[in-house]
């Protein structure tokens, strides 16, 4: 067998493997196996080492980054904005979670820094550009990707109300 066919055949199964992730991935319940191979063809894995920042807050990438192994640290550095409080996390996420997405709503910048978590992360970079193109190209998929991101979304400010309504006064 040449290279090139070994190669491919590589390039054949890593893509089955990351369309299968992306099954397991909230953002994309309900997507036809098609459009998660379609993804995952244009989508890239990295391996980050501890502590390294994937991507800054107020930076203005635009990917989406899916944990498939280790921890993704979400921090906010109030500094970015001009304050003296000092920088908090605010979440960590595992495999199958997944952070960006508010940038498919918005395009807007970062608005809060992803770092490699003690032991390191695996990720799968999934460009923005590939995520809108495959919307326009197939309004269900854009339909469904966009209402599984509005319920997300809906949960995580519901969460957020109740947290708010439980501290002491």
Not at 31 to 44: G, I, N, W
Not at 82 to 100: I, N, R, V
Not at 104 to 111: C, F, H, M, N, P
Request: hydrophobic share 45%; aromatic share 4%.
């Amino acid at each position: 067998m040449s290279s090139h066919q070994s190669g491919s055949h590589d390039e054949a199964l890593l893509i089955q493997q990351l369309s299968r992730r992306f099954a397991d991935v909230a953002l994309f319940d309900h997507v036809a196996a098609e459009e998660l191979e379609q993804l995952a063809a244009r989508s890239t894995v990295e391996q980050v080492p501890p502590g390294v920042v994937l991507s800054a807050q107020q930076s203005t990438e635009h990917d989406l980054y899916i944990v498939i192994r280790g921890h993704l640290e979400v921090w906010l550095d109030p500094s970015t904005l001009g304050s003296a409080a000092p920088s908090h996390k605010l979440a960590t996420l595992y495999a199958d979670e997944f952070a960006g997405e508010l940038a498919l709503v918005d395009g807007g910048v970062r608005s809060a820094r992803l770092q490699a978590g003690d032991d390191g992360v695996s990720v799968i970079r999934v460009p923005q550009s590939v995520i809108l193109a495959r919307c326009e190209e197939n309004p269900q998929f854009g339909y469904q990707v966009m209402r599984n991101l509005a319920a997300i979304l809906a949960l995580r400010s519901r969460l957020t109300a109740l947290s708010v309504q439980t501290l002491p006064l």
